[in-house]
């Protein structure tokens, strides 16, 4: 668990490895106030919950995913993660084969 200021205001960051089809994944879960920001980060791209911005790091040819969950208002943990359904993927992604209607894992092991 890492603790970052910033102008006096604490951040919680936990960290907790994903096993994926070719490699390991570290998933991540920032508590944001009331929400959290969580994602996991494979060998070649990410996929993550609705905050993280696809369109803009297809920009930068990094292939990312959005996932929505299955059930409650959000994803929260890196569980909820991956098991949601991906709802957005930018092109960089979709070229590794991932498609909207997956689940958050199987994009996840395309991307190990």
């Given at each position: 668990m890492a603790f970052i200021t910033r102008e006096c205001q604490i951040l919680i960051m936990h960290e907790e490895p994903v096993l994926l089809r070719n490699s390991e994944g570290k998933g991540f879960v920032i508590a944001l106030g009331s929400v959290n920001l969580v994602g996991v980060v494979a060998a070649r791209g990410m996929v993550g919950c609705g905050a993280i911005d696809v369109a803009a790091l297809d920009r930068f040819g990094y292939p990312a995913a959005r996932v929505r969950p299955c059930?409650?208002?959000?994803?929260?943990?890196?569980?909820?993660?991956?098991?949601?359904?991906?709802?957005?993927?930018?092109?960089?992604?979709?070229?590794?084969?991932?498609?909207?209607?997956?689940?958050?894992?199987?994009?996840?092991?395309?991307l190990s």
């Open positions: 059930a409650g208002p959000s994803i929260s943990t890196v569980a909820d993660l991956l098991g949601g359904t991906v709802k957005d993927v930018n092109r960089a992604a979709q070229e590794l084969g991932i498609s909207t209607g997956m689940s958050g894992k199987e994009a996840l092991d395309l």
